[in-house]
């Protein structure tokens, strides 16, 4: 580990990679690579190409050359590439083999170019002459920081940057351009950079030299954003090679792009078609189990694994065996992210009630087959619903687990996530035309009702230790008050519909004292007092409406919905904003706390971006609910401009069948680029949910394609009977302990 002050600086006599370094033995430092990966930039105006390059074919830097126009011709070696150099000319010896294989280079060849007086850019470098250098370090919750102001005001410093997965050597460097450093903040290292840094670009000029520790020419295939910064490091560099200092102008499309842009003109139908997609996406995210994984999966789940690689060439399971959870938000090498395993109820459920639309919408029998065997699975075939929850005396009955297979999992009954299995059996029974799954769905709306307070509130989760140990009159009879609606505010929505469908009165008489217990301390009281929370209690307070009908009701939708849109932008985006809170879920205070929780987008209120992993889609079903139930113009104007922003950023990766058609969690409007500040601890700024506010924009399109609201698609349900059968044995006075 090595500071970056001038004692610790490499270039110094006293100074190296890890040992002594007696005077002038750096000056014989070698470049050189067995494979390597050379550019050569000759002096403008001669006739030789202006670039030479040394290098694997379809390596990122040749290919946005070769569309750039830029004349550069191919050489076999390092040396071919130096032979070719024109005197006074330049040479960039990019890294091959990395992160596995450093950069290896010769005093014979490096004493060749300093000979012909050539500039020489070298990545990832292995050693100086006579040396060994550093062993190889990983990034975890490092980022790339601009540390001077040589890149001009396009790039100023303190200004991050993502080196996706960076491999680097650790060097010490007097006056580096950019620096790995673990930094708070969404575009800039707000709190400064820490006192250990480690070099990622520097310059020595008394050498010609330019050294990058890592390999800056996979900004492409590794997914290094945001694409225009690396745009102005690379023509920065490439100014600074070049002798005349000629401007180098490059353009490239990177493999992950927004579907349209921001004012690009829309095609017909292109909601549809985005719901399709979106659809599509499902059954080539590989995350659908197939018969060959299940005991990969169980096993890894067992162990208490949370991550896996992405199979190759897998075949997509039918729905029988689960579906994952989704990709986590870290990108690797060649632009790989891991899959996130956890057999999540909600994830399962609200995947179910896109494939069911798909199938309704636009004749799929094989999506509405994989619908019914995902409800299957959780309610029937999973571990989800069986051992306490399936035994009437035990007071867990009828509630459904966070997950399978992992005890930690298992012994969860979130509120909030039962709410999501719930909302996704009665749309995906309308869209079926089935009951199939009334059973469970009363059992789990009578056991979240038991468990739930007097006053209407139920808490963020009950697990079944603490159930068995109370019985689930102790947390029927409590005053628990919960003014969280990102916990609450579901079950509230399920309660109403409940009442809808069957006149328990009960259903509604709590429900309405928390939603106005909740509306009374709104914002100051509510526990993240942020669009997340805002978004979420959409759906209740539409619902709210539907039943009862009064001024107050919309008065409390009009509040919400208002202070919600007061952040929605003119491309339709609806910005993150931070509560004045402090605790769980609060942007990072330091540098030391990014990557230590689970946290907002946004380092602070002002930052354009949009979270679609917690907010855009929730405020979508929300908007779409409210206009239903209102007819109100503003907030119709406000749900189509919201979804002509989703339908816009929704990803476009044509050669990544594992991304294309779904949705990152962060969006940057102003950039129009897929950015944030990725500190959340589980879920970052490229991470893709199968279920959760992602799953919920393809079902409002489906829903806004159908031209049908939720409440009204789910109107004729026969749950009623059912529901009547199991109330009296669950809701019993003295219920089993």
């Avoid at 950019?178 to 250990?196: E, H, M, N, Q, W």
């Avoid at 990177?254 to 719901?275: M, Q, T």
């Avoid at 208490?304 to 994952?324: A, H, K, M, N, Y």
């Amino acid at each position: 580990m090595y500071d970056t002050n001038e004692a610790m600086n490499p270039f110094n006599s006293t100074t190296n990679f890890g040992g002594h370094v007696p005077g002038g033995r750096f000056a014989r430092w070698f470049i050189s690579t067995a494979v390597g990966f050379c550019i050569v930039a000759n002096a403008a105006g001669g006739q030789e190409a202006a670039l030479s390059l040394c290098c694997a074919d379809g390596n990122d830097l040749d290919a946005v050359l070769k569309k750039c126009g830029q004349r550069h011709a191919r050489n076999d070696t390092p040396l071919k590439a130096i032979e070719a150099a024109s005197p006074g000319g330049a040479v960039l010896i990019l890294a091959d083999g990395y992160p596995e294989k450093t950069t290896a280079v010769s005093p014979e060849i490096y004493g060749m170019a300093a000979r012909k007086n050539l500039r020489i850019y070298i990545e990832y470098p292995q050693s100086l002459p006579g040396l060994t250098g550093g062993t190889a370090n990983t990034t975890t919750w490092e980022r790339a920081v601009v540390a001077s102001d040589d890149f001009g005001a396009a790039l100023p410093k303190n200004k991050i940057l993502a080196l996706q997965d960076c491999h680097y050597i650790p060097m010490s460097a007097p006056h580096p351009l950019l620096v790995i450093a673990r930094v708070a903040g969404f575009d800039t290292a707000i709190y400064g950079l820490p006192k250990i840094t480690y070099p990622v670009l520097f310059e020595v000029p008394e050498r010609r030299l330019w050294v990058a520790t890592t390999k800056l020419s996979c900004f492409i295939s590794n997914r290094y954003c945001p694409a225009g910064d690396w745009r102005t490091i690379w023509q920065f560099i490439l100014d600074q090679l070049d002798p005349d200092h000629a401007p180098h102008r490059l353009d490239w499309t990177p493999r992950v792009v927004p579907a349209f842009a921001r004012d690009e003109k829309l095609p017909r139908h292109y909601e549809r078609r985005a719901f399709k997609a979106a659809a599509r996406w499902l059954t080539d995210s590989s995350l659908l189990v197939s018969p060959s994984r299940q005991h990969e999966v169980v096993r890894a789940l067992s162990a208490g694994q949370e991550t896996t690689v992405r199979p190759e060439g897998s075949q997509p399971g039918d729905g029988s065996l689960g579906i994952l959870e989704g990709y986590a938000s870290e990108i690797f090498q060649g632009g790989q992210q891991m899959q996130r395993l956890p057999l999540r109820g909600d994830c399962n459920a609200e995947s179910a009630m896109v494939f069911a639309l798909d199938g309704l919408l636009n004749g799929q029998k094989h999506s509405r087959q994989i619908a019914r065997n995902l409800l299957d699975f959780i309610y029937f075939n999973s571990g989800m619903c069986k051992g306490p929850r399936a035994d009437p005396k035990n007071p867990a009955f009828g509630l459904v687990g966070w997950g399978d297979v992992s005890p930690l999992w298992l012994v969860a009954n979130y509120g909030d996530d039962n709410a999501s299995d719930m909302l996704g059996t009665m749309l995906v029974e309308a869209s079926l035309k089935t009951d199939r799954w009334d059973e469970p769905l009363a059992k789990a709306l009578l056991a979240n009702f038991r468990t739930t307070g007097k006053l209407g509130f139920r808490g963020d989760r009950i697990d079944i230790p603490e159930l068995e140990k109370n019985g689930w009159q102790y947390y029927r009879d409590a005053e628990t008050v919960s003014y969280a609606p990102h916990f609450e505010s579901y079950l509230w929505a399920c309660d109403l519909w409940a009442f809808q469908q069957t006149g328990f009165r009960p259903f509604l008489d709590k429900t309405t004292n928390a939603i106005a217990m909740t509306m009374k301390v709104y914002p100051a009281q509510w526990r993240w007092q942020n669009n997340l929370e805002r978004a979420r209690m959409l759906l209740c307070l539409s619902w709210l409406v539907r039943v009862e009908d009064t001024p107050e009701h919309r008065g409390w939708l009009k509040k919400v919905a208002d202070d919600l849109l007061h952040d929605q932008q003119p491309t339709g985006a609806i910005r993150e904003r931070l509560g004045h809170v402090r605790g769980f879920f609060q942007a990072p205070q330091s540098n030391e706390e990014y990557g230590t929780g689970e946290t907002p987008l946004l380092q602070e209120n002002g930052d354009p971006v949009s979270d679609q992993l917690y907010t855009t889609g929730f405020a979508l079903l929300g908007l779409h609910e409210a206009v239903a139930a209102t007819g109100d113009p503003n907030l119709k104007k406000a749900e189509d401009r919201l979804a002509e922003f989703l339908c816009r950023i929704q990803i476009h990766a044509e050669k990544i069948p594992w991304l294309n058609g779904w949705w990152f969690r962060a969006f940057d409007d102003r950039r129009w680029e897929y950015w944030a500040s990725s500190a959340d601890i589980g879920w970052g700024a490229w991470s893709l949910e199968a279920g959760w506010g992602q799953a919920w924009t393809a079902v409002t399109l489906g829903l806004r394609e159908k031209k049908i609201s939720f409440w009204e698609m789910t109107a004729n349900s026969h749950l009623s009977n059912t529901l009547q059968k199991w109330k009296p044995a669950m809701l019993e006075e003295a219920g089993p302990q």
